[in-house]
């Protein structure tokens, strides 16, 4: 590369340094990108891509944004993952010498952004580290720069490891070099965050120094020392490292969360139809942000669920206390952001504003809490600081509507301070006396419309329209500016009393801003404080949203046993209630106990197995959550994990098959579930062939019923399986009933005891209108299949044959696919000749003589029975000896 100027050259200098981010590189009132930056961001932005330099092979690729709207730009390229080094000019150009200096000021990440649209006032904004120790033991540390949330763990195995950390759905993950080597496509394809590298470790261990182990520490101090360097900046606002062990909560896995659609649904991703949804009443934006991580984290401690539940109900039965609350609650602001703020840096007169309201409201609020005569309650406030010293502070300090701006000035009250007080009453006087300067020069020149302004660029002026200009006194004043209607001029007098003005002005600013730096200074002494009193304002917000949610939809207190029963009297589905009409959900009771483990749910599709399922699932981390429930009646365990494996949320984006990740999840239940884990398995086996799945689906009952002994929910359409309840005592059917009424099938949502008779399958088809002829077709198809060809071949049952196996059997027939041939011959030819093969010996005559009547048949014309025939001939001459 040719010989670049020197500013170039510090550019590049400085680019070295942060080559995986934009650099925002400061030139006067804009901030430039070059070389490979300035053709990205051009792109990424839509903004123009220009150049610099002389002949038109150098030009170097530039482009560049305006300094006061560079905000919306850096908030586009953070959305999109990015991150992004501010370098600013950090001396004034006017008295450098040479190039100007320039240092980067910060860099702002997806996990370390502190303002902004990008920060969801109900969502956690969590940055997070990993660090990798023998024996595949992984340390978690994760931070929310906007609350100073500061939690680490410890876990064993890398599946454990994407579980926990996707559980707080990062903006950013740090890693050291090593790992990222190792898995930098799996982590962020399976979590789709940015990926750092940090691999320092921070000395100062001031906030991490409690912990016990050395993996924890370690993880705290990668954490820190990357935020340290990035941000540059003060961080006095992060609370000390609480360690937890992910076994402390309930585990539910991200497949299960994504599942049961417990903060967002599947399809949309959108909080409408989501547990969160339902149970969101709260009235600030950190009880919001407490709601989903409870509900993300549901409690195991049998003990402080009831103290949750017990709160709530003194809640329900108070209800004027439970309206006060609400209205002083609705009266606090993000407490917990307002104390990031002020330890970042990045406060203003109007967050103090906020910060003042909000402790206004919180003795009220603790005078509240105390009246309710719950023990818990009082327990919660305990000898919690209210703040109140705090808030005669900046009562007395910050004016009621100051500006954004903190250099302009207006922000103190008056009587704060002598000096500034000082300063007003000379900008006061000096403009009361202009003021009557004006009047004077009007009477004494009798020009009426005589007036005195003032400008920035030539400061106070008296104004004489043209017209006048002749009744004024020659030599009266000094000319200063001539406009097309008028003269300007100003005299001595003015002049002395513009620069008593224009000095208290100044220094009124100045001191103001010296003195909200002051106030802020002690502001930050109270951050401690500050976000013990937002954990508490948070929890009891929580509370009263259950108590609020909980009188309206009718829940009831569930009662929380040790003996693993469950027994729920009428259930609903708290969400799947909301959205159909009211009254028309059936309610459902559901049982189970050590004689009765499992339940295997059969009924017709869109009968409501998965439904009923879930209902379960909710119903359990709701309680644990310290909810109530949607029921008449609730005994429930406490339920160390929940396991699902329910509906069709494919993982295509992330590259897995459908079948591959019900496997995956399958695979995540079995190997993880204890006798004290919920399992809920939706149709197994489906996504491959019958026999295949079915085959599947019964090894898996039985291996839950005979290794895992855990409460286990399961639903299919092979009704073959119903036969193993024989087999497996603690294993019950149930099925969810259905009504033919008129050639057409009525759903009634009903779960009883027994097998159901039958799948539905063609009468669905009819319900979406499939063409007549097509089901007509089908109804004649299976009623052949029930008389004669097909029953006589399988293997489990003599029930009839359901329509979803017919199809499945001639999909298998027609258009087999790898997997399914792949199976094929593993059955049809044997072991022995599996092992012919490996001797290297080729194809029997038997398989070749199978192979070639295979291959001569035209499937065109080849209807379904035909097929099977064709099957059953080739399958009797491989039996033969
Ligand atoms: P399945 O799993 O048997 O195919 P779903 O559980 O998906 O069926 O239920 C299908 C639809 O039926 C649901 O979307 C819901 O609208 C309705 N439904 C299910 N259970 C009930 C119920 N107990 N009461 C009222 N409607 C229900």
Same mark, same amino acid.
């Given at each position: 590369?040719?010989?670049q100027t020197?500013?170039?050259?510090?550019?590049?200098?400085?680019?070295?340094?942060?080559?995986d981010?934009?650099?925002?590189?400061?030139?006067g009132?804009?901030?430039?990108l070059?070389?490979?930056d300035?053709?990205?961001?051009?792109?990424e932005?839509?903004?123009?891509l /220009?150049?610099? =330099?002389k002949g038109e092979?150098?030009?170097?690729?530039?482009c560049?944004?305006?300094?006061?709207s560079a905000?919306?730009?850096?908030?586009?390229l953070?959305?999109?993952g990015?991150?992004?080094?501010?370098c600013e000019?950090?001396?004034?150009?006017?008295?450098?010498?040479g190039?100007?200096? +320039?240092?980067?000021v910060?860099?702002i990440?997806?996990?370390t952004?502190m303002?902004?649209?990008?920060i969801?006032?109900?969502?956690?904004n969590?940055?997070?580290?990993v660090s990798?120790?023998?024996?595949?033991?992984?340390?978690?540390?994760?931070?929310?720069?906007t609350?100073?949330?500061?939690?680490v763990?410890?876990?064993?195995?890398?599946d454990s490891?994407?579980?926990?950390v996707?559980g707080?759905k990062?903006?950013e993950?740090?890693?050291p070099?090593e790992?990222?080597?190792e898995?930098?496509?799996d982590l962020?394809?399976?979590?789709?965050v940015t990926?750092?590298?940090?691999?320092?470790?921070?000395?100062d261990?001031?906030?991490?120094?409690?912990?016990?182990?050395?993996?924890?520490?370690?993880a705290?101090?990668?954490l820190?020392?990357?935020l @340290?360097q990035?941000?540059k900046?003060s961080?006095?606002?992060l609370?000390?490292?609480?360690f937890?062990?992910?076994?402390?909560?309930?585990?539910?896995d991200?497949?299960?969360k994504r599942?049961?659609? *417990?903060?967002?649904?599947?399809?949309?991703?959108?909080?409408q139809g989501?547990? *969160? $949804?339902?149970l969101?009443?709260t009235?600030?934006?950190?009880?919001g942000?407490l709601?989903k991580?409870w509900?993300?984290?549901?409690?195991?401690?049998?003990?402080?669920?009831?103290?949750?539940?017990g709160l709530v109900?003194?809640l329900?039965?108070?209800f004027?206390e439970r309206e006060?609350?609400?209205?002083?609650?609705?009266g606090?602001?993000?407490l917990?952001?307002l104390?990031?703020k002020?330890a970042?840096g990045n406060?203003?007169?109007?967050?103090?504003i906020?910060?003042?309201?909000?402790l206004?409201?919180v003795p009220?609020?603790?005078e509240?809490v105390?009246?309710l005569?719950?023990e818990y309650?009082t327990?919660?406030i305990?000898q919690?600081?209210n703040?109140?010293?705090?808030?005669? @502070?900046l009562?007395?300090s910050?004016q009621?509507?100051p500006?954004?701006?903190?250099?302009?000035?207006?922000?103190?009250k008056?009587?704060?301070h002598?000096?500034?007080?000082?300063?007003?009453?000379?900008?006061?006087?000096?403009?009361? $006396?202009i003021?009557s300067?004006?009047?004077?020069e009007?009477?004494?020149?009798?020009?009426k419309?005589l007036?005195?302004?003032f400008?920035?660029v030539?400061?106070y002026?008296?104004?004489?329209t043209?017209?006048?200009?002749?009744?004024l006194p !020659?030599g009266?004043?000094?000319r200063?500016? &001539? @406009? /097309?209607?008028? !003269?300007r001029y100003?005299t001595?007098e003015l002049?002395?009393?513009?620069?008593?003005?224009?000095?208290?002005?100044?220094?009124?600013e100045k001191l !103001?801003?010296e003195?909200f730096?002051?106030?802020?200074?002690?502001?930050k002494?109270?951050?401690?404080? *500050?976000?013990?009193?937002a954990s508490?304002?948070?929890?009891?917000d929580?509370?009263?949203?259950?108590?609020e949610?909980?009188?309206?939809n009718?829940?009831?207190?569930?009662?929380?046993?040790?003996?693993?029963?469950?027994s729920?009297v009428?259930?609903?589905?708290?969400v799947?209630?909301?959205?159909?009409?009211?009254g028309?959900y059936v309610?459902n009771?559901i049982h189970l106990?050590?004689e009765r !483990?499992?339940?295997?749910?059969t009924?017709?599709n869109m009968?409501?197995?998965?439904?009923y399922?879930?209902?379960?699932?909710l119903?359990?981390?709701?309680a644990?959550?310290?909810?109530?429930v949607?029921?008449?009646?609730?005994?429930?365990?406490i339920?160390?994990?929940?396991?699902t494996?329910?509906?069709a949320?494919?993982d295509l984006a992330q590259?897995?098959?459908?079948f591959?990740?019900?496997?995956?999840? &399958?695979?995540h239940?079995?190997t993880?579930?204890?006798?004290d884990?919920?399992?809920?398995?939706d149709?197994?086996g489906?996504g /491959?062939?019958?026999?295949?799945?079915?085959? *599947?689906?019964q090894?898996?009952?039985?291996?839950i #019923?005979?290794?895992?002994g855990a409460?286990?929910?399961?639903?299919?359409?092979?009704h073959?399986l119903t036969s193993l309840?024989e087999e497996?005592?603690?294993l019950?059917?149930?099925?969810?009933?259905a009504m033919?009424?008129?050639?057409?099938?009525?759903?009634? #949502?009903?779960?009883?005891?027994?097998?159901?008779?039958r799948?539905y399958?063609?009468?669905?088809?009819?319900l979406?209108?499939l063409?007549?002829?097509?089901?007509?077709?089908?109804?004649?198809?299976?009623h052949?299949f029930?008389?004669?060809?097909?029953p006589?071949k399988r293997?489990? &049952?003599d029930?009839?044959? /359901?329509m979803?196996?017919?199809?499945?059997?001639?999909e298998?027939?027609?258009?087999?696919?790898?997997?399914d041939?792949a199976?094929?011959?593993?059955?049809l030819?044997?072991?022995?000749e599996?092992e012919k +093969?490996?001797?290297g010996? =080729?194809?029997t005559v038997?398989e070749?003589?199978?192979?070639?009547h295979?291959?001569?048949?035209?499937?065109?014309?080849?209807?379904?029975?035909e097929?099977?025939?064709v099957?059953?001939e080739?399958q009797r001459?491989?039996?033969?000896k």
């Open positions: 590369m040719s010989k020197p500013m170039i050259e510090q550019y590049l200098r400085i680019k070295a340094q942060y080559e981010a934009f650099l925002f590189f400061r030139l009132d804009f901030y430039e070059f070389f490979e300035a053709k990205k961001a051009a792109k932005l839509e903004i123009t /220009t150049g610099r =330099g092979g150098e030009r170097i690729p530039m560049g944004v305006p300094y006061h905000e919306q730009y850096i908030i586009q953070i959305k999109k990015y991150k992004v080094a501010i000019q950090t001396e004034d150009p006017s008295q450098a010498k190039v100007v200096r +320039r240092e980067v910060q860099v990440t997806p996990g952004v303002e902004g649209n990008l969801e006032e109900k969502n956690n969590y940055l997070v580290s990798i120790f023998p024996g595949e033991v992984f340390g978690i540390a994760s931070i929310d720069m609350t100073g949330e500061f939690l763990t410890k876990v064993n195995g890398y490891l994407i579980h926990e996707a707080y990062p903006k993950l740090v890693i070099t790992l990222l080597d898995y930098e496509k962020s394809q399976r979590l789709g990926l750092s590298v940090g691999d320092g470790i921070s000395e261990d001031s906030l991490f120094s409690q912990l016990q182990d050395k993996e924890s520490k370690i705290c101090g990668r820190l020392n990357y @340290l990035i941000t900046r961080l006095d606002h609370q000390p490292a609480m937890y062990l992910p076994q402390d909560f309930m585990g539910v991200v497949h299960s599942n049961l659609e *417990l903060i967002e649904t599947i399809r949309d991703k959108k909080k989501s547990l *969160l $949804w339902v969101d009443q009235e600030t934006a950190m009880g942000r709601l991580q509900i993300e984290r549901p409690l195991v401690s049998k003990d402080h669920i009831e103290k949750r539940l109900e003194t329900i039965d108070r004027f006060s609350l609400k209205e002083q609650l609705n606090v602001y993000d917990e952001r104390s990031g002020v970042f406060v203003n007169g109007r967050d103090m906020q910060l003042k309201r909000s206004q409201q009220s609020i603790f509240t105390n009246s005569g719950s309650a327990e919660l305990g919690a600081d703040c109140q010293s705090l808030r005669e @502070l009562e007395t910050i009621e509507d500006p954004v701006s903190i250099t302009e000035g207006n922000i103190i008056d009587g704060y002598d000096e500034l007080d000082h300063y007003r009453d000379a900008m006061r006087n000096g403009k009361t $006396w003021a300067l004006e009047q004077k009007r009477q004494e020149t009798g020009i419309s007036k005195i302004g400008n920035k030539f400061g002026y008296i104004e004489v043209k017209a006048n200009i002749p009744h !020659e009266r004043y000094e200063k500016q &001539t @406009l /097309t209607n008028a !003269e100003i001595e002049k002395e009393r513009e620069v008593l003005i224009l000095e208290a002005e100044e220094k009124s !103001e801003y003195l730096m002051e106030v802020r200074e002690k502001v002494e109270y951050i401690r404080p *500050l976000q013990k009193l508490i304002i948070s929890t009891i929580v509370l009263q949203s259950f108590a949610v909980a009188e309206k009718h829940y009831v207190k569930p009662k929380m046993e040790s003996d693993g029963d469950v729920i009428e259930a609903r589905h708290p799947v209630e909301k959205v159909i009409d009211q028309d309610a009771d106990n050590k !483990e499992m339940l295997l749910i009924g017709p009968a409501g197995k998965s439904t399922m879930r209902q379960l699932a119903i359990s981390i709701m644990q959550v310290g909810s109530f949607p029921a008449k009646e609730a005994v429930l365990p339920f160390d994990q929940i396991f494996r329910i509906g949320a494919d590259g897995q098959s459908t591959m990740v019900e496997m995956l999840e &399958t695979k239940a079995v993880k579930a204890t006798k884990s919920l399992i809920l398995l149709e197994i489906r /491959t062939s019958t026999y295949d799945g079915m085959a *599947l689906a090894a898996i009952m039985e291996y #019923h005979h290794e895992i409460k286990t929910l399961f639903s299919t359409h092979y073959e309840a497996l005592p603690k019950k059917n149930v099925h969810v009933s033919e009424e008129n050639g057409k099938v009525v759903f009634l #949502h009903k779960v009883i005891d027994g097998a159901a008779d799948s399958g063609i009468y669905v088809a009819e979406a209108e063409p007549e002829q097509l089901i007509s077709r089908a109804k004649l198809i299976l052949e029930e008389s004669e060809q097909y006589a293997p489990l &049952t029930e009839k044959t /359901t979803d196996e017919i199809a499945t059997a001639r298998e027939v027609l258009h087999p696919t790898s997997q041939v199976n094929q011959q593993l059955t030819f044997g072991i022995q599996e +093969r490996d001797r010996k =080729g194809l038997k070749k003589s199978v192979l070639e295979i291959q001569s048949l035209n499937l065109l014309h080849v209807t379904p029975i097929a099977i025939q099957l059953d080739i001459k491989l039996m033969k």
